[in-house]
């Protein structure tokens, strides 16, 4: 379908190209959204969240070329309110340890229901472990595939910078799961570190 | 007996290929430093295929000794495909109709259940089709700014048009604020009669305008009073991440981290920058201007 059509048919109030293009970019935006938070259930509602903005603003989207570029800044800033918001937003009550245990032994994390793959539950995991910036440029570059200078514009951070960070960010990531005692031969499931370098 | 000398002969060799191991780490401690570091820099470039003929095989003349990079470099084998498959996770079929009930005409209040077409002819069919095609107008996300487009047009029509009856009224209003109010007719009368009233009215007068000017001056004093809390509260998120972040800053620079204490600083600086917005505008201005200039610097 073309997209430029599409987004235009949205512009113009179609329900039926509006109701395509959330189920053509829902995966990603909740990818994304999952990324940043780190948790199942508050990655879906933030990324209700993202998709109410982004009707707001369909509008002010003028290149349609680069609509996903501008789907993902859209999402980008949603998901750093929220973390901020979080941030600032004081604990409720402290949970008792009693409860912790339980909350523990609660069955599966949201994590395993939602991440199929226990080499990408592996990689989300280890996500967690990386420094802000090295986790924002292997959630851009190497997992949405944005250009290096869209990510420059981005993270309002030199092309340079960008470019030297993302081996730099891959090796962390890599380290990060090698560190998780996951790497190749330790997984879980007997199937991680299979394969070698081709 | 020349089974016992097989079995001998092994670890003598397990032995000396540890002996010549240690004395390599040993010569590279004293020399240029464990190459590990430069290597894992090269197994990305590696892994993409994109290395020089002579670094691949320095690189893979490494690995074949260095059972850590050799990890590194399995792991970043599996990672590079897997990577762009996680750019879309399956949320389930429910997800869509959540987003649709909260955008859009699908909205619940909005259009219940399917469309159907008027069937009344006559001035109620015309009225129930107009109702249909202004309600479907004022939910499109651009039609704000039609009307805004449209309002500019109407006024520049308006006020600039020379047979327009509102030609002179930007002149007309300009030279009222420039004259004060005192120069429209009505005003003017009133505060002629002032000058002709009784001392006790003006008494009157001057004890109510002493008044006014208490009230105002305590309501005024309330009112920034109130503001600067306000504003103190709507930047204290800001306030606070840009001390978080200046902490990590202080760390890192004390760790000799320049690279993340590079970054830091810049989340220091974008922090103040959002509190210095939030300041001066309210949340949702200042979160608008700092979403322009992100999606004005992207190309």
Redesign the interface.
């Known amino acids: 379908m073309d997209q430029v059509e599409l987004l235009k048919r949205?512009?113009?109030?179609d329900?039926l190209a509006?109701?395509v293009l959330?189920?053509q970019q829902?995966?990603?935006i909740?990818?994304i959204a999952?990324g940043y938070v780190g948790d199942q259930d508050e990655a879906?509602d933030l990324?209700?969240d993202i998709?109410?903005r982004l009707?707001?603003?369909?509008?002010?989207c003028r290149d349609a070329e680069?609509f996903v570029?501008?789907l993902i800044?859209?999402a980008r800033?949603a998901c750093l309110?929220h973390l901020?918001?979080r941030?600032?937003r004081p604990p409720r009550r402290d949970i008792p340890a009693e409860e912790m245990s339980s909350l523990k032994d609660a069955g599966p994390t949201p994590e395993e229901n939602?991440?199929r793959s226990s080499?990408?539950k592996l990689?989300h995991r280890a996500l967690r472990q990386l420094?802000?910036?090295n986790r924002e440029i292997?959630l851009l570059k190497?997992?949405?595939?944005l250009p290096l200078?869209?990510i420059a514009?981005?993270l309002?951070?030199p092309l340079g910078?960008i470019k030297s960070?993302?081996?730099?960010a891959?090796?962390e990531?890599?380290?990060a799961?090698?560190d998780l005692g996951e790497?190749?031969g330790g997984g879980s499931d007997g199937t991680?570190?299979a394969?070698?370098?081709? | 007996m020349s089974g016992g000398r097989k079995s001998n002969r092994a670890p003598n060799g397990e032995n000396n290929r540890r002996h010549d191991e240690k004395f390599i780490q040993d010569v590279l401690s004293r020399t240029s430093g464990s190459p590990c570091e430069r290597a894992?820099?090269l197994?990305?470039?590696?892994?993409d295929d994109a290395l020089e003929d002579m670094d691949r095989r320095l690189v893979q003349a490494h690995l074949e000794h260095c059972p850590g990079c050799r990890?590194?470099?399995?792991?970043?084998?599996?990672?590079?495909p897997?990577?762009?498959?996680?750019?879309?996770?399956?949320?389930g079929p429910e997800?869509?109709q959540?987003?649709?009930s909260?955008?859009?005409?699908?909205a619940p209040g909005l259009s219940a259940g399917p469309v159907t077409e008027p069937t009344a002819f006559g001035p109620a069919g015309v009225m129930d089709r107009l109702g249909r095609w202004w309600q479907?107008?004022i939910?499109?996300?651009?039609?704000p700014?039609q009307v805004a487009y449209a309002a500019t047009v109407v006024i520049v029509l308006l006020v600039a048009t020379p047979v327009s009856p509102f030609r002179q009224a930007p002149g007309r209003l300009l030279q009222t604020v420039q004259a004060g109010p005192e120069s429209l007719p009505i005003v003017g009368s009133l505060l002629d009669s002032t000058t002709h009233g009784t001392s006790i009215w003006v008494q009157g007068q001057v004890d109510y305008v002493s008044q006014t000017i208490r009230d105002e001056t305590t309501g005024a004093w309330r009112g920034a009073e109130s503001d600067l809390t306000a504003r103190m509260e709507r930047t204290?998120?800001?306030r606070?991440?840009m001390k978080?972040h200046l902490g990590d800053l202080v760390r890192n620079l004390k760790g000799g981290n320049l690279?993340?204490a590079?970054?830091d600083l810049?989340r220091v600086l974008?922090s103040g920058r959002r509190a210095w917005a939030l300041w001066w505008n309210s949340e949702s201005i200042a979160?608008s201007n700092l979403?322009s200039t992100?999606?004005r610097?992207?190309?």
């Open positions: 949205c512009q113009d109030g329900e509006w109701e959330v189920r829902q995966g990603r909740c990818s999952y879906q990324a209700q998709f109410v009707y707001k603003r369909l509008d002010t680069k570029s501008w800044s859209i800033n309110d901020r918001r941030k600032a939602w991440v080499r990408q990689v420094s802000e910036i292997i190497d997992i949405q595939g200078e869209e514009g981005l309002e951070l910078t960070r993302s081996s730099r891959r090796v990531l890599a380290r799961i090698v790497g190749p991680l570190g394969e070698a370098v081709s | 894992a820099g197994l990305p470039a590696l892994t990890t590194l470099a399995v792991t970043l084998g599996w990672l590079d897997l990577l762009p498959k996680m750019a879309f996770l399956d949320p997800f869509t959540k987003v649709l909260r955008t859009s005409l699908a479907r107008q939910l499109r996300p651009v039609f700014m204290n998120s800001e606070g991440s978080s690279g993340d590079g970054y810049h974008k979160e979403e992100i999606e610097r992207t190309p």
